[in-house]
């Protein structure tokens, strides 16, 4: 791993706001990329329809990148 993409990896689960893109929907926290990916219980969050959504165990705020995309259900 390059040592740029070790630190930003680092960084991305520290931050409290975090962009996601349509490739890792659905989403969940923590996403398994995060350094503390086990650091509470895996909840699937909706960001489809407000394009943010906010974790309720770590209060990670997550921003979907681009338009908010239509919810497939």
Known sequence: ???RDATAAKRD???R???VSDGDLP??????RHTDWNSHPRVYLE??????AL???CGT??????KP???PH
């Open 1 to 3: 791993m390059n040592p």
């Open 13 to 15: 689960n520290t931050q």
């Open 17 to 19: 706001v975090i962009e």
């Open 27 to 32: 989403l969940h926290c923590p996403l398994p």
């Open 47 to 52: 960001i489809e329809g407000h394009g943010e």
């Open 55 to 57: 974790c309720p165990y």
């Open 61 to 66: 705020l997550y921003r979907l990148k681009g």
């Open 69 to 71: 995309v239509a919810c």
